[in-house]
Every structure is written in structure tokens, then in C-alpha cells.
């Protein structure tokens, strides 16, 4: 498409040029202006044209691309600033994960020495309480045999000895308590 939009912008003067009369217009022009063409008026007038175009449009066409280079620039430069901001705050970010990462293995070896510690006492507890049981057991074993002792004792005395089988006097009983109170 652009190769015919530019063949038809090169062809098309050349046929209007090409399709001139032979001979009246030209010799009219001759004798009015005493030239053949008008090229080097057209080329003066193109030319005071062109300086008089550029005079008031080339400020506003160099302030407009001077100020989109300035704008491009303020892009360019806030997006690497941003970009430069990311990666701080990625290596922020990766130095406090650094940092937590530590911190939970700080947690769990102190999580591990206290289980330990914990189940060390725990079983010590239960080593002083089993201990404590076994000795409560003994001494309720003890007690216990020495209770049934003295109910087997009871019995017996109380079922084979009486009263008649005991000779007892006054004097006999004063000397019993007074070495019990004593």
C-alpha cells in the first residue's frame, strides 16, 4: 500500500508535466514575462514559503519533542527508581525471610531442648513418685502386718486367756500404769 501511495506521488506530477501544450501557453508566458519557465520564481517563493513556515512552526515543533524527550526521560527515570525500589524492598524482604528462617530453627532446637528437658523432668518426677509409692506401700504393708499381728494376738489372748488366768493384784496394777504414764 505504501509503495503505491509513493509511485502515485512520483508519477502523477511527472504526467502533468509531460501532458503541457505544445506552443500557445508557453509563448503567451514569453511575452508577458520575456522567460521560458517559471521555475526560478516558483523555486524564490517555495523558498520564502518554507523559511516563513519554519519561522513559526519550528519553536513550537522543538518545544513539543524537547518537552515528550523531558516527559520520556521523567518515565524512564521514576520507572528506574521504582525498579530500583522493588529490588530494595526484594532484598529487605529476602534478608528479614533470612532472618526468620533463623529464628524458627533458634525456635525449634529451643522447642526440642525444652521437650527434652521437660520429659527429663517429667521422668524424674515419676521416678521420685514411684519411689515415694514404694515406700508408702511398705509402710502400709508394715502397719498392716503389725495390725493383723495384733488382731491375730487379740484373738488368741482374748480367746484362750481370761480374766481367772491373769493374777493380778492392786499392787501388780499400780506398777503397770504408773510405767505407762512414766
Not at 524564490?44 to 519553536?59: D, E, Q
Not at 520507572?79 to 529487605?92: H, N, S, T, Y
Not at 495384733?150 to 488368741?156: K, Q, S, T
Amino acid at each position: 500500500m505504501k509503495k503505491l501511495a509513493l509511485f502515485a506521488l512520483l508519477m502523477v506530477p511527472v504526467m502533468l508535466l509531460a501532458s503541457g501544450h505544445a506552443g500557445g501557453e508557453e509563448s503567451r508566458y514569453f511575452a508577458q514575462t520575456g522567460r521560458e519557465s517559471d521555475f526560478w520564481p516558483r523555486v524564490i517563493n517555495f523558498t520564502i514559503f518554507a523559511a516563513l513556515l519554519y519561522y513559526l512552526i519550528a519553536n513550537p515543533i522543538k518545544n513539543f519533542f524537547k518537552d515528550r524527550r523531558d516527559s520520556i526521560a521523567a518515565q524512564l527515570r521514576e520507572i528506574e527508581e521504582k525498579l530500583q525500589a522493588a529490588k530494595d524492598e526484594k532484598k529487605e524482604a529476602q534478608a528479614r525471610l533470612d532472618e526468620s528462617d533463623k529464628k524458627a530453627d533458634q525456635i525449634i532446637e529451643d522447642a526440642k531442648k525444652e521437650a527434652a528437658l521437660l520429659a527429663q523432668k517429667i521422668a524424674e518426677t515419676n521416678e521420685n513418685e514411684l519411689l515415694l509409692m514404694e515406700k508408702q506401700l511398705e509402710e502400709k504393708m508394715t502397719l498392716e502386718e503389725r495390725k493383723a499381728a495384733r488382731e491375730v494376738i487379740d484373738e488368741i489372748l482374748s480367746d484362750n486367756i481370761t480374766n481367772d488366768d491373769i493374777m493380778l493384784d492392786e499392787a501388780k496394777v499400780v506398777d503397770i500404769i504408773s510405767r505407762k504414764v512414766a
